[in-house]
């Protein structure tokens, strides 16, 4: 029986049970990774991997690779 008032802790306890108890034990863990919300701000970061854009055309920036 489920209450009407669960705790975030609680919640998060049930739904790894059914995850686990549906996908088996891999199976939850697989999925867990694929629905990470993830961290860091991406523009940021990718402006450091590919440096400042070379310029700015009608579809977009534009990177020398």
Known sequence: MIKKTMTPNEIRRAGLQALTQSLGAVGM????QQTEIGWGDYTKERESWLGK???KGKMGYYWRC
């Open 29 to 32: 863990v697989r999925f867990l």
């Open 53 to 55: 854009p070379l310029y």
